[in-house]
């Protein structure tokens, strides 16, 4: 009898404990996949690995408070051997993302953005692309007009293993 509570105790020990070190373990290994190169520049690596719907997140120290910069393998795609990746940077009063397709190490396509600024607006908002990156431009102004400045998002594929670099100007 003193055997078999020692069984149960000593193996639901062993799954709290287990439980417990998991997700400890997982972040890990995901904060493994992002690299901060240099101020407002992420490197994402080795995407491949990203199953859809799965992302990663960056969280970056700056003057204005903590950001969160971003990337999520979206569950689509119109063609084999095509990503789409939404890609986003989230801070105290600024949230912006778009949409980029790569096929082969390439982008080919760059869609639907969403641009939102807390105390301010903004106007001229331009998605580009170019066969290596996507780039969604803007010029958010301040409350009544009093300050403007041009910001912007890239993501950028590096050309090897599926790796994606993130920048921006906020």
Same mark, same amino acid.
């Not at 102004?141 to 998002?153: D, E």
């Given at each position: 009898m003193k055997r078999?509570?020692? *069984?149960l105790v000593s193996s639901i020990l062993t799954i709290v404990v287990l439980t417990a070190v998991y997700p400890c373990a997982f972040a890990m290994?995901?904060? +493994?996949? &992002?690299?901060?190169?240099?101020?407002?520049?992420?490197?994402? =690596?080795?995407?491949?690995?990203?199953?859809?719907? =799965? +992302?990663?997140?960056y969280v970056v120290e700056t003057e204005d408070g903590e950001v &969160? &910069?971003?990337? *999520?393998?979206v569950p689509e795609s119109r063609?084999?051997?095509?990503?789409?990746?939404?890609?986003?940077y989230k801070g105290l009063n600024t949230d912006v993302e778009f949409y980029m397709i790569v096929s082969n190490n390439k982008v080919t396509s760059v869609y639907d953005y969403s641009i939102s600024l807390v105390g301010g607006s903004y106007e001229d908002a331009v998605l580009t692309k170019t066969?290596?990156?996507? *780039?969604l431009t803007f010029k958010a *102004?301040?409350?009544?007009?009093? +300050?403007?400045?041009?910001?912007?998002?890239k993501g950028t594929v590096?050309?090897?293993?599926?790796?994606?670099?993130?920048?921006?100007q906020m």
């Open positions: 078999a509570i020692r *069984k290994e995901n904060h +493994s996949f &992002v690299e901060q190169v240099e101020e407002n520049h992420i490197l994402f =690596e080795n995407l491949a690995q990203l199953a859809p719907g =799965e +992302s990663l997140e &969160v &910069v971003g990337i *999520k393998h063609c084999a051997g095509e990503r789409v990746w939404q890609v986003w066969t290596t990156y996507g *780039k *102004k301040a409350i009544f007009g009093l +300050s403007s400045s041009t910001c912007w998002l590096t050309g090897e293993n599926d790796d994606i670099e993130v920048t921006w």
